[in-house]
Antibody
Framework: QVHLVESGGGVVQPGRSLRLSCAAS????????MHWVRQAPGKGLQWVAV????????YFADSVKGRFTISRDNSKNTVYLRMSSLRAEDTAVYYC??????????????WGKGTTVVVS | QSVLTQPPSASGTPGQWITISCSGS????????VYWYQHFPGTAPKLLIG???QRPSGVPDRFSGSKSGTSASLDISGLRSEDEADYYC???????????FGGGTKLTVL
């Protein structure tokens, strides 16, 4: 059974950094791309970033490009989202999601329960 | 403003058939697969319709997806009270080189 657990959320001041982690289990982690998606209070889902199965390709939403980085450690079955120069508008629940294939163009099929980031 | 356009709300009575639309462009919907997600606030979103309009295991066949040109639709037949949730369409956008979501549709079962 696929299981994704996000951690690292919290309250952070504007301009500071934070790193989110997502621990995966129940599948061969190194065979799948991984996504981060967020939901700001009262808003819809917004895709943030994706990383391919081997980490060689990453794509980001324009709103976070240059500020956020995504990485993965296939030996630890973990994907990370490093968020820098945080802004109030980055306040959201951040979800980690497994892709349905190797590459960045594969969509999210299983999601974690999310971790909350408040920039204030 | 979302790249993909969905109606903000929809409603129906139990047993009814309802359609939720998702409008985009050639660079997203027309060129790529469209996915649909069901989201109950405070929980993990759930994939309803995946690649090739297929339903993951456990998703009732009351849910179906289709696409024509730059638009896609999610159909729900035999509406049930437990279907009351937020629904999102999503797809890859070739021009943006990224994923895009619709703004979401809040479904109310009257």
């Amino acid at each position: 059974q696929v299981h994704l657990v996000e951690s690292g959320g919290g309250v952070v001041q504007p301009g500071r950094s934070l790193r989110l982690s997502c621990a995966a289990s129940g599948f061969t982690f190194s065979n799948f791309a991984m996504h981060w998606v967020r939901q700001a209070p009262g808003k819809g889902l917004q895709w943030v970033a994706v990383i391919s199965y081997d980490g060689s390709n990453q794509y980001f939403a324009d709103s976070v490009k240059g500020r956020f980085t995504i990485s993965r450690d296939n030996s630890k079955n973990t994907v990370y989202l490093r968020m820098s120069s945080l802004r109030a508008e980055d306040t959201a629940v951040y979800y980690c999601a497994k892709a349905d294939g190797y590459y960045s163009y594969h969509s999210m099929d299983v999601w974690g329960k999310g971790t909350t980031v408040v920039v204030s | 403003q979302s790249v993909l356009t969905q109606p903000p709300s929809a409603s129906g009575t139990p047993g009814q058939w309802i359609t939720i639309s998702c409008s985009g462009s050639k660079s997203n919907i027309e060129n790529n697969y469209v996915y649909w997600y069901q989201h109950f606030p405070g929980t993990a979103p759930k994939l309803l319709i995946g690649r090739y309009n297929q339903r993951p295991s456990g998703v009732p066949d009351r849910f179906s997806g289709s696409k024509s040109g730059t638009s896609a639709s999610l159909d729900i037949s035999g509406l049930r009270s437990e279907d009351e949730a937020d629904y999102y369409c999503a797809t890859w956008d070739d021009s943006l080189s990224g994923w895009v979501f619709g703004g979401g549709t809040k479904l109310t079962v009257l």
